[in-house]
Structure formats: C-alpha cells, structure tokens
C-alpha cells in the first residue's frame, strides 16, 4: 500500500505551521503542480505525438529550442497567469522578464523563475527531463510594474524552490526552507503522493557526475579531482562511480538520494559553467542545502553570489558536503595559471 498523503493536502497542512501564511504560496505551488501534470502528459506521449525534435527556433542563449521546451513554458506561463499571486516570469525560454502585473494588472507578490525544461536535448531518446522553478517576494511595490531587481535577487532570499522529474516516474520535489520533501505522480488517479518525506543527502557519497568529454579545458583543481575519485583506495569506496545522464534534474535526483557530486565547472565552450544560476543554480542550491548538502561555484556559496543578468551562468559544483568541499580544497590548492 503507498502512503496516500497527497501534495494538496500537504501543502494545506505545511501552511498550518506558518501562522501569517495567506495561503497566496499554496495556491501558487498548486497551479505549478497542474503544470506539471500537463507537461507530464506531452512528455509520456512524446514518441507517439508530433512533439519532439526540434522547434526550428533559438533562444535568446543561442540553443536550439525544442517543441518541448516551448510547449512547457508555456503551459507553466500560463498556469501562472491564471492565478493571481504571480506579478511576474523569467524563463530560460524567454529573453526579458515576462510582467504579468503591466498586463493583467493584479496585485500579486510573487516572482517567479524557471527552466521549464531541463535536459530538453533528451527528449527525443526517452531520457528522463525535469522542470526547475524557484519562487520570491518582490521587492518592488505591489501593484507597480515589476522591476529587474525583482528577479536579480540573491538566492538566499528565496521563498521556496522545487522540480519535476519526468522519469521512470513522475516525481515533484520541493522546499519552503523546512526540508524537502518529494511526491510521486501516481497517473491512475492523477494525483501527486508523500513518497519522500523529509528527504536527506548523504554527507559522504561515492556517484560524481561531469560531462567528462570537455576535460581537456577543465580548471586543473578539477583534473585533480577527478583522479582522485577515479583512483583505487577500497578503504574509502574509491574508485567512484561515474554517472552522467545530461539532465541536471536527472543527475541532481539520483545524487541526492543516493550521495554523490554533480559537476559542471567552466569549460572551452562555457568560460563561466553552462548552467544558470537564477533558474538551474540557486533553485538546485536551495534544495540540497536543505536536504543537508552544499553548492558551490568552486570557491563560494551559490547562494550568495549577487545575480547581475538574467540569463547569467556559474560553475555549479552540487551535492554530499564532503564530496563539495574536498572539489573546493583542490581547487585552492592547484589555481590555474593566469
Ligand atoms: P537545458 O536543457 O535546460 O538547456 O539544460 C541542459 C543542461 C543540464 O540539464 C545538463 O546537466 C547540461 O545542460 C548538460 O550539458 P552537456 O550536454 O554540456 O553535458
Ligand atoms: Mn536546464
Ligand atoms: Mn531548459
């Protein structure tokens, strides 16, 4: 029998425990659940369906857009839009900030930020993607058109972050900064069950995951480290396991249940790390350092940095705290030569 606590009922209760709550962030997390159930429903029909490939678009970060990718953001956009709690998007899919406020003229006090695909070059090979968001107070007047600083915000002020996994099952995970806990669709019924409550990492892990292809232009801190966890030390579990699936919802999962490194350091190709930090990095950050891990650009907190572009990348280094501060160790003690 599976536990039959549903996230409804869930987000109801986890809203008892905050006495000031409106009850404004439970109905904005239920209309991303109804998103993702939408989404959820394209990407299981997506061979069957003339929605994958390529949308024969680029997005303002020069990638490929794929349907996919279009048709979430819009699912997630509009989801939004219909409630009144949202003032304002920003999406990888969409070059500048979408302001519901100007358009729909609302009194909402909720920005949010998202990659309504991740992992999206997946899609068409059956490989499980995910969706990131990452929930904050404006910091402008309500009523008033949202303003960048809305979005530019640091990540430690964020109100609640989540994703979904579009898997062998279908999982949402979320945080409010009171633990994170996951729920797993259960399509018979449509519905999204407590299947991970209270969900915490490893502290130590032995999985480290890294598109090893680009290895050639990696920081030597991160050469270094990559020979130490391939080398054979049967006391300490080494060598690790290498696993790379190319979805960082994916990858980011499976090394918070099981302990494990995610690695995406600056590249040939990416001077600055592929990943964005308003809405892949800070939303990842939160989440794992309330699961009891660490996220780092390999020399701070990801969650401190001051976002100053929307669209801005970091090197992401996510996951067991020991595995993260011992990347950051080799990375103090082998600097790249200027
Ligand atoms: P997106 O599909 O949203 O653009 O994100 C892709 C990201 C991330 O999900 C993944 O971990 C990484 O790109 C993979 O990059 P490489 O193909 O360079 O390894
Ligand atoms: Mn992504
Ligand atoms: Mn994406």
């Known amino acids: 029998m599976y536990n039959i606590r549903t ?3 869930f987000i109801i209760e986890k809203q008892q425990d905050y006495p000031h709550a409106s009850g404004e962030l439970s109905s904005l997390l239920s209309s991303i659940r109804l998103a993702a159930k939408i989404v959820n429903k394209a990407v299981n029909k997506a061979g069957l369906v003339n929605i994958a490939g390529a949308f024969g678009s680029e997005n ?5 857009q794929q349907k996919l990718d279009v048709y979430a953001n819009e699912k997630f956009k509009s989801a939004m839009a219909a409630r009144d709690q949202v003032c304002g998007v ?3 899919e969409e070059n500048d900030v979408v302001d519901f406020e100007k358009a729909l003229g609302r009194n909402a006090k909720y920005v949010i930020l998202m990659d309504p695909l991740d992992g999206s070059s997946n899609i068409d090979v059956n490989v499980s993607v995910g969706t990131i968001f990452s ?12 303003t960048i600083e809305d979005f530019l915000q640091l990540g430690n002020k964020q109100i609640a972050a989540g994703y979904i996994i579009y898997g062998s099952s279908t999982m949402l ?6 633990g ?3 729920f797993t669709y259960d399509p018979s019924i449509g519905v999204f069950c407590l299947s991970h409550e209270s969900i915490i990492i490893p502290q130590n892990g032995n999985i480290y995951s890294i598109n090893e292809g680009n290895y050639i232009k990696f920081p030597l801190g991160v050469k270094k480290y990559l020979k130490y966890c391939q080398k054979y030390v049967p006391d300490e579990n080494r060598p690790y396991i290498s696993r790379y699936i190319g979805s960082l919802v994916s990858d980011f999962h499976r090394n918070m249940l099981k302990g ?7 590249t040939a190709v990416y001077p600055n790390g592929k990943l964005r930090l308003l809405y892949e990095c800070n939303p990842m950050s939160f989440i794992i350092e309330q699961a009891g891990g660490t996220a780092s650009d390999g020399r701070q907190r990801i969650l401190d940095i001051q976002p100053t572009e929307l669209h801005q990348r970091v090197p992401f280094f996510v996951g067991s705290p020991n595995m993260v501060d011992k990347v950051e160790t080799f990375l103090k003690q082998f600097p790249d030569q200027e």
């Open 135 to 146: 929930i904050y107070h404006r910091i402008s007047p309500i009523g008033k058109p949202t």
């Open 173 to 178: 995970v979320y945080t409010t900064g009171n």
């Open 90 to 92: 920003a999406s990888e």
């Open 7 to 9: 996230l409804g009922e």
């Open 60 to 64: 303002i970060q020069g990638e490929q």
């Open 180 to 182: 994170v806990h996951g």
């Open 260 to 266: 494990g490194i995610y690695l995406y350091p600056s």
